[in-house]
């Protein structure tokens, strides 16, 4: 089949996609699957090798996707229920002054986002951040805008987040680089986060009515008894720090050790990802667990009950595995990479506006992040690049599903309801920042590509 015949049946299978998802409101995880059946017919292949062919997109992508984000999601629950957030959040305001509130609320959600899920974190925090601006007397947008913004920057760009983790094992990124990459560069994100919410702030939003009698009733001190029960903020961050630490630990050991060093091979699997989160799950039992009196039967409910919603995050990865498969498989993958090397545009560009456009197109971060890895993977697995660069078209990837976030988003409305922002200003606050956000994480990570190139 010609090279253009099978770009344009990958531009066919992102518009089906697209319309299924948007149009039809079929879930991602059928849609994926349909449109990768559809993709493999119409692409000439074989009958009898497709669902082998589906088996072994989902496999090899949900091999490690589905322990991490498993595991991820069971340590943010355990942190969530035991009322670990508050306590994180109360304790950065009070190192960093009353003043400067704002700024400590952003740097506590940049740190609880690590282990737990965008709209769970954001949800956990919004009692902090009602409490916080009644006592301040001002709008809950005024700290809640920045906060939501590093807590999705930080989503779609660090393990153990289903979008990036996926992306990664199609593109076959190494998780230890992307953890650090993406971590450096949301640092200064949190800055920008602040500064720019603070600058979209210089207008007063008119606030819903439903939230404005939602934040009316809030009691500011309901939470005193649970936050004195809560685990401490040194328990907190460890259960975050420990895990981080033992990825660098692997990442630093391959870097650096020759293969076949017996100290590279412990360092590498204290450093897999799957390992530290284990043993973070470990701390947390010994640590949260068992200083809250929780039973074993009391901890393993909380554990399983942040399965549910992971399940599903699961199936929309592994789906996303199985469409990058066919991709490949069929050949469009390889006439994909072909294409860009003749137009000349810069690999690491065409990752982020793919993401960006896909992102505005049909809302979901994680749908854009591994559909993009898909239609990539070919360019990058034949592109010769290094280690740390494919870890940074991981990234790349990443801030292209951050931008742009508006109403086909489910964050948008969680977003703009608990802040009391109608759509209009949602899209002159929450979209702006959003892709500000992304476009300047982009813009990093291309700095990064330049140093390290």
């Not at 390992?275 to 640590?287: E, K, P, Q, R, T």
Request: proline share 5%.
């Amino acid at each position: 089949m010609s090279t253009a015949a099978l770009l344009g049946i990958a531009l066919a299978s992102v518009v089906l996609l697209l319309v299924l998802i948007i149009r039809f409101q079929v879930h991602a995880f059928v849609a994926m699957m349909l449109v990768s059946i559809l993709v493999a017919l119409v692409a000439g292949m074989p009958a009898a090798d497709i669902v082998p062919t589906l088996i072994q997109g989902m496999g090899g992508t949900l091999g490690s996707v589905a322990i991490l984000v498993a595991l991820g999601a069971m340590l943010g629950r355990i942190i969530e229920v035991s009322g670990g957030a508050g306590s994180l959040a109360h304790r950065f305001t009070g190192w960093l002054g009353p003043r400067r509130v704002p700024a400590a609320l952003t740097a506590a959600a940049l740190v609880l986002s690590i282990p737990v899920f965008f709209d769970v974190g954001f949800i956990i925090l919004v009692p902090i951040i009602y409490g916080f601006c009644k006592a301040a007397r001002v709008d809950p947008v005024k700290f809640g805008l920045p906060v939501a913004g590093i807590m999705l920057a930080t989503h779609v760009v660090v393990p153990p987040h289903p979008g990036i983790v996926g992306g990664a094992a199609v593109l076959q990124a190494d998780v230890g680089w992307i953890t650090l990459l993406g971590l450096a560069i949301c640092l200064p994100l949190a800055v920008l986060s602040q500064y720019v919410g603070g600058w979209l702030n210089r207008r007063r939003y008119a606030m819903l009515p439903a939230t404005a009698e939602q934040f009316a009733a809030f009691d500011a001190g309901s939470g005193d008894k649970e936050r004195l029960a809560a685990p401490g903020v040194g328990v907190v961050l460890s259960l975050i720090i420990v895990p981080l630490l033992l990825i660098m630990l692997g990442t630093t050991g391959a870097t650096l050790l020759p293969k076949g060093d017996p100290v590279r091979g412990v360092l590498s699997f204290i450093g897999a990802p799957v390992f530290a989160l284990m043993v973070a799950i470990g701390l947390a039992f010994f640590l949260i667990a068992k200083r809250q009196g929780w039973s074993n039967a009391r901890t393993s409910e909380v554990m399983e009950s942040a399965l549910p919603p992971a399940a599903t995050v699961i199936l929309v990865t592994g789906a996303g595995g199985v469409f990058a498969k066919v991709l490949t498989s069929t050949g469009i993958g390889a006439a994909l990479s072909g294409s860009i090397a003749s137009a000349g545009l810069p690999l690491l560009l065409a990752a982020f506006l793919i993401s960006l456009a896909l992102r505005a197109a049909q809302g979901s971060a994680t749908v854009a992040i591994l559909t993009t890895c898909g239609l990539l993977a070919e360019a990058v697995a034949s592109g010769g690049y290094s280690t740390v660069q494919v870890a940074l078209i991981a990234v790349a990837i990443g801030f292209g599903g951050l931008g742009l976030s508006h109403v086909n988003d489910s964050g948008f409305w969680i977003v703009t309801r608990y802040l009391g922002l109608s759509v209009a200003d949602g899209l002159r606050s929450w979209t702006v920042l959003t892709t500000v956000l992304g476009i300047a994480g982009f813009l990093l990570t291309a700095l990064l590509w330049a140093l390290m190139g």
